[in-house]
C-alpha cells in the first residue's frame, strides 16, 4: 500500500494525488504539518518538504520524482504521449505549472491567504495577493489560448499537462479567486477534468473554518 505525505491544498500533492486516482492505485493519505519539522518526517525527507511517497520501505521526495516513479511504475493507462515531440511538450507545460504557475501564483496566495491565517503569522500581505491575482491573469489568459486552439492541454488526447494545471487551478478555484465568466474555454475545459472519477476526492477536500465557495464542488459551474 503506498502512502503520501501531503497538504491537502499543496498543487504538487494533489496532482499527485490525481495521478495516483487515475492509474486506480490504492493509497493512504497522511496530512503532514510542514512547519512542525518532525524528525520522523525529516528522515523521509531532509528537505522536510512535501509531497513524500512511501511504497514499503522504499520513500520518494520531490514531486517531480514522484511523478516519474507513478508513470514508470504504472504505465498503464499511460499520461505522456508515445510521440517525442508529444512528450516533450506534455513535460513543458508540466514543468510550467509545476513551477512557473506555483512561483508566481500558487505560492504567493496560498501563503498569504491561508497560511498566515492557519498559523496566525499576522494580516495578509495585500501587496503580495494583488501580485498573485495579477499573475494569474497572465496564466488564465495564456491557458484560453491552449484551451481555445485544442481538446485539453497539449493537443487532442488527455495527458499529465491536463492534470498538472487542474491541480493548480484547483487550488486557487478553492480560494475563489478565478471569475470564471471571463474563461469561458477554461472553463470547458476545466470542467472536462473536473468530470473525471480521479477528480472526485479534491472535491471533497475542505479546510476547517476556511470553506470553498459553492462553485467549487459543482461540474455545471
Known amino acids: 500500500m503506498l502512502t503520501l505525505y501531503h497538504l491537502w491544498l499543496s498543487p504538487p500533492c494533489r496532482l499527485v494525488r490525481l495521478i495516483m486516482e487515475e492509474k486506480g492505485l490504492e493509497y493512504d493519505l497522511k496530512a503532514e504539518k510542514i512547519w512542525e519539522r518532525r524528525p520522523e518526517f525529516l528522515k523521509l525527507n531532509a528537505a522536510g518538504e512535501v509531497p513524500v511517497l512511501v511504497n514499503g520501505k522504499n520513500h520518494i521526495a520531490g514531486f517531480t520524482a514522484i511523478i516519474e516513479f507513478l508513470e514508470e511504475t504504472n504505465p498503464t493507462p499511460p499520461l505522456l504521449p508515445g510521440d517525442a515531440h508529444a512528450r516533450a511538450e506534455v513535460r513543458r ?35 503580495i495577493i494583488r501580485a498573485g491575482q495579477t499573475n494569474l491573469g497572465h496564466h488564465m489568459t495564456y491557458l484560453s489560448h491552449l484551451t481555445g486552439e485544442m481538446n485539453y492541454l497539449a493537443g487532442d488526447e488527455f495527458s499529465l499537462a491536463d492534470l498538472a494545471a487542474a491541480a493548480h487551478i484547483s487550488t486557487v478555484d478553492y480560494l475563489g479567486e478565478i471569475n470564471w465568466a471571463d474563461y469561458p474555454d477554461v472553463r470547458a475545459w476545466y470542467a472536462k477534468v473536473k468530470s ?22 459543482s461540474l455545471d459551474f
Open 93 to 127: 507545460l508540466v514543468e510550467w505549472f509545476l513551477f512557473k504557475f506555483k512561483k508566481e501564483v500558487s505560492d504567493p496566495l496560498l501563503s498569504e491567504k491561508v497560511l498566515k491565517k492557519y498559523l496566525k503569522l499576522g494580516v495578509p500581505d495585500t501587496d
Open 196 to 217: 473525471r472519477k480521479s477528480f472526485r476526492p479534491l472535491l471533497k477536500d475542505h479546510i476547517a473554518g476556511m470553506p470553498p465557495p459553492d462553485h467549487y464542488t
